[in-house]
């Protein structure tokens, strides 16, 4: 049985994504993400505007007037939806932690694919994969996913998102859009992600708190390590301790999105303490500007 208040967190998340993804991001998606291939649908007699290379001239030729060979657009595709719940993800000192927000981009996205008529599909890890929610169609599918983001209590705290790759390597056997969704707070991603970009299309949703940014001058702080349960005492009043945190945290994101860039991976990097509305749609208008352009 579902608590009461669960059931209530999602019908508010369903209120929340399908609205804005029947208001804004429905249409991107589907301009965006376009199907596997074209499958052939009929011939026809050539009407000025046709594409010349689509005239089908063994037809033409048996005729003696011109007819083109019409194709749709495949459109189905399948959506992994790689969520990290580890214990970073834990987190948060705005309005919500980086898990809840996970979890709504999680469904934003779900319901942007079935909206679409794609399959969608989840897969939660740690430092172990904790659950796999197999690919699925409709509002249902979509509510059951939500669920088990909100419900499902991880074992692990750590995070391996090699293991997570590796997973998904097995599980899909046919080229899929992969959103990875994670802080990326782990050693030796080029590996993995680099595998995963080679067979999938792969999306870096990379969420983040303003306080992993910078510290905040509060005197002598305990901090704990959610993952690995180290404590360290920090005197947050020094001003050089402050600032070679922020420059060793702006390093490390530099570098990530040096690896993303390498590896021709998108990131759609998002904040707990700001809309992810923008951030998603940089992310579909650049794609598509790209598309237009090849």
């Known amino acids: 049985m579902i608590p009461r ?3 209530k967190k999602i019908r508010q998340i369903e209120l929340r994504t399908n609205r804005l993804v029947s208001e804004t991001l429905g249409g991107q998606y589907h301009s965006v ?12 007699e050539y009407q000025p505007g046709d594409e010349v290379r689509a005239i089908d001239w063994n037809v033409t030729a048996r005729m003696r007037t011109p007819y083109v060979k019409r194709y749709i657009e495949e459109r189905e595709l399948t959506v992994m ?7 970073s993800e834990r987190f948060g000192t705005v309005t919500r932690f980086k898990s809840e927000l996970a979890t709504e981009l999680a469904a934003v996205i779900a319901m942007s694919a079935i909206r679409n008529n794609d399959r969608v599909s989840a897969l939660l890890f740690t430092d172990r994969v904790e659950h796999v ?15 088990d983001l909100l419900v499902r209590e991880p074992t692990g705290r750590g995070t391996d998102i090699a293991g997570a790759a590796e997973y998904i390597g097995r599980m899909l056997t046919h080229r899929a859009i992969v959103f990875l969704v994670s802080d990326f707070v782990a050693p ?71 690896l993303f860039r390498r590896l021709a991976v998108d990131e759609i990097a998002v904040r707990t303490d700001q809309s992810y509305v ?12 790209r598309r237009r352009r090849r």
């Open 188 to 258: 030796d991603l080029e590996r993995p992600l680099k595998v995963l970009a080679q067979h999938h299309d792969l999306v870096a949703i990379s969420v983040e708190d303003p306080r992993e940014l910078m510290l905040p001058d509060l005197g002598l702080v305990r901090f704990s390590d959610p993952e690995s349960g180290v404590t360290l005492e920090i005197d947050t009043s020094d001003q050089e301790v402050r600032r070679r945190f922020e420059r060793e945290v702006t390093e490390e994101r530099d570098r990530r999105k040096q």
């Open 81 to 87: 939806l790689a969520v990290d719940q580890s214990g």
């Open 5 to 7: 208040e669960i059931l």
């Open 133 to 147: 929610v197999p690919p699925g169609k409709g509002r249902r599918h979509v509510l059951r996913l939500i669920r």
């Open 33 to 44: 993400f376009k199907g596997q291939g074209m499958n052939f649908e009929e011939v026809r």
């Open 278 to 289: 923008e951030p998603l749609l940089r992310f579909f208008r650049g794609r598509e500007l």
